[in-house]
């Protein structure tokens, strides 16, 4: 899968991302060539999954009918929300220009809903 596409301005662009599983049907993606995060657009599917090279969960991204990121779900250290070195399960919306709001902890109704995709996070 291409980052921003699979075919721009006449040329094939070269694979960034590789799917490495698949968790309840959202593909999980591996970045290449030192890619580190997810995509900022979707191509076909509506969601993506990072996982830890540990296996358990990183990061979700949720994209909408046009394809462009709308929600982000982490697990990772958040100062912003819990000022340890541990990690924080946490939220961030996006908009059309690519503007992430604030760190936002995830309430408990959000986290029993995408329960199935926290891997190795939630007890």
């Known amino acids: ?3 921003r596409g ?3 301005a006449g040329k ?3 694979y960034r991302y590789k799917t490495v599983g698949i968790i309840e049907t959202v593909k999980v993606l591996q970045g290449l060539g030192g890619l580190h995060g997810l995509p900022e657009e979707a191509h076909s599917s509506q969601a993506y999954i990072k996982l830890k090279p540990n ?3 990183h990061e ?3 994209y909408d009918k046009d394809h462009y990121l709308t929600l982000e779900i982490a697990y990772h250290r958040e100062p912003r929300i819990y000022k340890s070195d541990k990690p924080v399960l946490h939220y961030h ?3 059309r220009n690519f503007k992430r709001s604030p760190a936002i902890k995830m309430p408990k109704a959000m986290r029993k809903h995408f329960r199935k995709f926290l ?3 939630l007890k």
Do not use: S
């Open 12 to 14: 094939n662009v070269e």
């Open 119 to 121: 891997k190795g996070v």
């Open 93 to 95: 919306t996006y908009d």
């Open 55 to 57: 296996g358990t969960f």
């Open 60 to 62: 979700m991204r949720f």
């Open 1 to 3: 899968m291409g980052g």
């Open 6 to 8: 699979t075919f721009a």
